[in-house]
T-cell receptor, first 111, second 114 residues
Framework: KQEVTQIPAALSVPEGENLVLNCSFTDSAIYNLQWFRQDPGKGLTSLLLIQSSQREQTSGRLNASLDKSSGRSTLYIAASQPGDSATYLCAVTGANSKLTFGKGITLSVRP | DAGVTQSPTHLIKTRGQQVTLRCSPKSGHDTVSWYQQALGQGPQFIFQYYEEEERQRGNFPDRFSGHQFPNYSSELNVNALLLGDSALYLC?????????????FGPGTRLTVT
């Protein structure tokens, strides 16, 4: 059974700091990995999708990497801003196209 | 191009009642999946519909059932509501039921059971 872990559960950083959010998964037989952003009480916004054959994806200040063999992914946020404050979830897709999510990391960026 | 839409936005029900939630997939998508997100948790997969049939199911009781219509929209029905069913219910769509494709999520329906 696939398990996805995100540690720590919460993170607080000063504005302008570069930061890394970690995600680990137990079964390396994945098709892809997605990073999502969730604002309080809202739905999920997809940030980046990395296919299993890829090593990384970039979008603006965000960069996500994937090491399938070790079961790890990182989301790098450059020059963090207060508007980046949200919960960040990673999810992996298995052969049955089911997404398995971590519990998320709640990020607070202090002005 | 409208993304995934869900209705209603919020819903309050009493224990034992039944509820129906609705989802319209993104244009061009024919596969719909439903997820339950309890407070402070990651979303949990409920089931997936494709070609009007349930294709995959997560670890949820039979009280949770669904339907997909010919226009690809979908409903999630929950019978005999329990307090523990209070959650954000998310709908996701993809162009085909393939693991290689990105899934797009709707804004969710917040269900509160009292």
């Amino acid at each position: 059974k696939q398990e996805v872990t995100q540690i720590p559960a919460a993170l607080s950083v000063p504005e302008g700091e570069n930061l890394v959010l970690n995600c680990s998964f137990t079964d390396s037989a994945i098709y892809n990995l997605q990073w999502f952003r969730q604002d309080p009480g809202k739905g999920l916004t997809s940030l980046l999708l990395i296919q299993s054959s890829q090593r990384e994806q970039t979008s603006g200040r965000l960069n996500a990497s994937l090491d399938k063999s070790s079961g790890r992914s990182t989301l790098y946020i450059a020059a963090s801003q207060p508007g980046d404050s949200a919960t960040y979830l990673c999810a992996v897709t298995g052969a049955n196209s089911k997404l398995t999510f971590g519990k998320g990391i709640t990020l607070s960026v202090r002005p | 191009d409208a993304g995934v839409t869900q209705s209603p936005t919020h819903l309050i029900k009493t224990r034992g009642q039944q509820v129906t939630l609705r989802c319209s997939p993104k244009s061009g998508h024919d596969t719909v999946s439903w997820y339950q997100q309890a407070l402070g948790q990651g979303p949990q997969f409920i089931f997936q519909y494709y070609e009007e049939e349930e294709r995959q199911r997560g670890n949820f009781p039979d009280r949770f059932s669904g339907h997909q219509f010919p226009n690809y929209s979908s409903e999630l029905n929950v019978n005999a509501l329990l307090l523990g069913d209070s959650a954000l219910y998310l709908c996701a769509s993809s162009p085909v039921p393939s693991s290689s494709y990105e899934q797009y999520f709707g804004p969710g329906t917040r269900l509160t059971v009292t």
